[in-house]
Each structure stands twice: as C-alpha cells, then as structure tokens.
C-alpha cells in the first residue's frame, strides 16, 4: 500500500463548480501536510499548507482530519486557470532523517 | 520567478555518458533536494542536503551521484545510466530541512537516456 494514495480523476467540472479532493496517508507520524499544484510540464508549486484546525484561502479549503488520517481540498466557484494536477504531499521525520511523500496527484480540468 | 534555476533543461545522453544537472538557489535556503517525476507517479525523494551536508538518501542507485559545494548548489552526477531513468528531474530548496517548511521547486531536467 503506498504511503499517500489519491484519486488519480481526471475529475472533469464546469466552470463555477464547486469540487473536492481526498488524500489519505497511512503513517500516523506524519507531522506536516500540503497541497501543491503542479500544471502540465511545470514545477510542482504550494497551493497551500493544512492546518489541524483546517484553513481557507478565498476559493481554497484544506482540512485535516487525523483519526481518520486524510486531508481534503474543496476548490469553490471554479475557473478554467484551476486545471491541473493537485499534489497530497506528507512530510514526517524517518530514520535517517525528514520524508517527504507526494501522492501521485489528482488531475483537475475545468470545462467553460 | 527565478528562486531555483536548473540546467540544462533537457538532456539526451546514451548510456555510456557521463553527464552533470546543475541546480542553483537564490533564496538563502539551507536545504536542498533532488526528485524523479516518471510519467504517471508521483515524485520520488531522492537526496536532501542541509548546509551542504547529505542528510538522506532513499536508496538511490549509485550511478546517481549527488554534490552540494556550498548551500546555494546542488549537482547530481549522471553515469552509465539506464532508460528507465529517463524522467524529470526537479531540484527543490527549504529554509531548513524540516517537514514544516514548503519547499520551492526548479523548473526540471527533462532527461532521455538512449
């Protein structure tokens, strides 16, 4: 079993939708989570880092939930511009040192 | 945005090559990382270096080999590689190495080997 699993999609939505991401993880020592964007051949980049106490960013909402160990994205009011693959990202302290997983990402197409 | 930078961007080389990628930040990071990106999985942590000291290896093949000069450098040495190693190649930098702090990627090293 990998240590982040996400639906791969493709989730294909109307402009205006409102859509949702799950990630679940599987080592209750994951310390620190994060959702990053990465669009078609480009650099992953920080959409956001979720918080215990969940956190909003305008149309963006992270939140986590530890017992059931899964984060979750909701993207409001869709535009075309949120095309792209979303990354689940873990990071924890290893043996030797600090991980840091990605998720195989979900891919997000927005249709006008 | 020219926080990390990457060369060469592309990269064909055959098997017997030798061969450098160079990753360069201008953030005054103290942590540096190498990635593989193959085509439909997810990123592979490959080193990470914290003020120019290798702080993990996943297990990566020794034809891969790392060096980090000064905190703001980071080489990966390439030889007698195989085709299956051919993906993008992301270098990534943090303020320091801990799991808490985002990390900003380069552009990538698209690498074919032949």
């Known amino acids: 079993r990998k240590e982040v699993e996400q639906d791969p999609g493709p989730f294909n939505v109307p402009e205006g939708a409102t859509v949702a991401f799950n990630c679940t993880y599987s080592?209750?020592?994951?310390?620190?989570f994060f959702w990053y964007r990465q669009d078609c051949r480009k650099e992953p980049k920080l959409l956001m880092s979720?918080?215990?106490s969940g956190n909003e960013d305008g149309r963006f909402t992270a939140q986590l939930n530890r017992a059931s160990q899964y984060i979750s994205l909701l993207i409001r009011d869709s535009k075309l511009s949120d095309s792209a693959t979303y990354l689940c990202v873990v990071a924890r302290r290893g043996t030797g040192g600090f991980k840091t997983i990605f998720g195989a990402g979900t891919r997000l197409f927005v249709k006008a | 945005e020219t926080g990390v930078t990457q060369t060469p961007r592309h990269l064909v080389m055959g098997m017997t090559n030798k061969k450098s990628l160079k990753c360069e930040q201008h953030?005054?990071?103290?942590?540096m990382y190498w990635y593989k990106q193959s085509a439909k999985k997810p990123l592979e942590l490959m080193f990470v270096?914290?003020?120019?000291?290798?702080?993990e290896n996943n297990s990566v093949p020794s034809r891969f080999s790392p060096e980090c000069p000064n905190s703001s450098h980071l080489f990966l040495h390439l030889h007698t590689l195989q085709p299956e190693d051919s993906a993008l190649y992301l270098c990534a930098s943090s303020q320091n190495p801990s799991p808490s702090y985002e990390q900003y990627f380069g552009p990538g090293t698209r690498l074919t080997v032949t």
């Open positions: 953030l005054g990071h103290n942590a």
């Open positions: 270096y914290s003020l120019e000291e290798r702080v």
């Open positions: 080592n209750s020592a994951s310390q620190s």
């Open positions: 979720v918080y215990s």
